[in-house]
């Protein structure tokens, strides 16, 4: 595996933003006449389903017009008061003489839910009121009636499903790209199936396209074995009883496996498959330590031709332990840490709300307070727990809000 073809081919210009023709003729003129220094509604909300290109669009916009773009997604920028205040300071700074003009795109806005979170929402209408930006966010579905005020704002751009005659030439031009010969018949039903979504026909298409030169009508068997996937038993199952190196890798080929899934779930099982040989155990724990070190180094450094090891260290890696025993069915588990995390997230969300508020006013990351001052807090609050709440208060938290962290 190469760098996903999703973004080797996202557009460079906005031209090449295929279909949506007036969502781009819509957002152009916005953007010009901010330019121009007249804006209208300060801020465009793009629309849509996923994979139509509403954030290539911004990407290739801030290219062709040379403004700096600063891009977050829009939850991460709520609970992170670092990047808020980045944010801010890049909104409301005065535009200094000979300095590159800004675009700024918040990434996602329906993923804040205004229902739990009504500081998410006021968050992005103080950004929208004070911005000397051009401000642009993105929504898959923005029709919360709590976030009528927000579209009130905002000049809305609707992306619509691509046409699959869209869908089915930029296939073609990517085939041409990569020297790969293609049945238009094959392209075809692979933008038929993915409903509009561009991105996803990408994904589809370099699975297929995978190590081959020549696409054929045959190949497509492999959407429709896709379509049986969905199961993690399974794909643990052809790894751990992988026959040979390409029978493990086989599983890599799938278009929508999560590789980091793979991995807890090789990391819950390996002792299920492989006992009593502790020799198979200890070299499979072996790879797979190993394909978490390039997976790792691979997201921190950006440097994702790193991946490929990973992948074929949780792969062919693993399967390769030696002395594995001889292979017999055996129940797996879902992987104990994942169980954990989603038991514990309710209360890991509100300790993260409360450890944002707190970390705002004392100007300190949210890792801090939880690691240095929210331990004082529980102190404090069982020496005196009316002391405690008062000083909870004094950070905007309620007293029940934050009790409800303390009785776990
Ligand atoms: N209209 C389009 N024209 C060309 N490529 C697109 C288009 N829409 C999506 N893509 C492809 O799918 C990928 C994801 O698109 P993206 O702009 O992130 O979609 P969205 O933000 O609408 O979910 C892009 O990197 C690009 O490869
Ligand atoms: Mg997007």
Redesign the pocket.
């Known amino acids: 595996m190469s760098i996903p ?7 460079a210009r906005i031209q ?5 023709d007036e969502a781009k003729k819509a957002f152009v003129a916005w953007l010009n006449k901010w330019l121009a220094g007249k804006p209208g509604k300060k801020a465009a909300l ?1 629309y ?10 911004v ?1 290739a916009a801030a290219r062709q017009y040379d403004l700096e773009l600063l891009e977050a997604n829009a939850s991460d920028v709520r609970n992170s008061a670092a990047l808020e205040r980045r944010i801010w300071r890049a909104l409301t700074e005065s535009s200094l003489f000979g300095k590159r003009a800004k675009i700024i795109l918040l ?1 996602e806005v329906d993923g804040i839910n205004p229902r739990e979170d009504a500081g998410g929402l006021a968050m992005i209408l103080k950004f929208i009121e004070n911005t000397r930006y051009p401000l642009v966010l ?1 929504a ?1 579905d923005p029709w919360d009636p709590k976030l009528r005020t927000l579209r009130d704002k905002c000049l809305l751009i609707r ?1 619509k499903p ?1 046409g699959i005659r ?1 869908i089915t030439s ?1 296939l073609a031009s990517i085939c041409k790209k990569e020297g790969i010969f293609c049945d238009y018949q094959v392209l075809r039903a692979i933008a038929e199936k993915c409903k509009g979504d ?2 996803a026909a ?1 994904n589809d298409l370099q699975a297929i396209a995978f190590g081959k030169k020549r696409i054929t009508l045959e190949d497509l068997d492999m959407l429709g074995y896709r379509a049986k996937q969905a199961d993690m038993f399974e794909i643990v199952r052809m790894v751990l009883a992988a026959r040979s190196p390409e029978h493990a890798r086989s599983v890599l080929s799938l278009p929508s496996l999560d590789y980091e899934m793979l991995m807890q779930w090789l990391s819950e099982n390996i002792p299920h498959q492989y006992a009593p040989s502790l020799q198979a155990i200890a070299d499979a724990y072996d790879a797979l330590s190993l394909a978490d070190i390039f997976l790792q180094r691979a997201k921190r450094t950006n440097e994702w031709s790193l991946l490929s090891y990973a992948l074929n260290l949780m792969t062919v890696g693993v399967a390769s332990a030696r002395d594995k025993p001889k292979f017999r069915f055996v129940k797996y588990s879902f992987p104990q840490k994942i169980r954990l995390l989603s038991q514990t997230k309710k209360y890991r969300e509100i300790r993260k709300r409360i450890a944002s508020a707190i970390a705002r006013k004392c100007h300190v990351s949210t890792r801090t307070v939880i690691r240095d001052i929210l331990p004082f807090l529980f102190v404090i609050y069982e020496a005196d727990a009316k002391l405690a709440e008062e000083i909870v208060k004094s950070f905007d938290i309620s007293p029940k809000t934050f009790r409800a962290i303390i009785k776990q």
């Open positions: 073809w999703v973004e080797k081919y996202r557009p090449d933003v295929a279909g949506n793009l849509g389903p996923p994979g139509t290109g509403k954030t290539s669009l990407h990434d993105t898959n992306f691509l869209i930029v561009l991105r990408i």
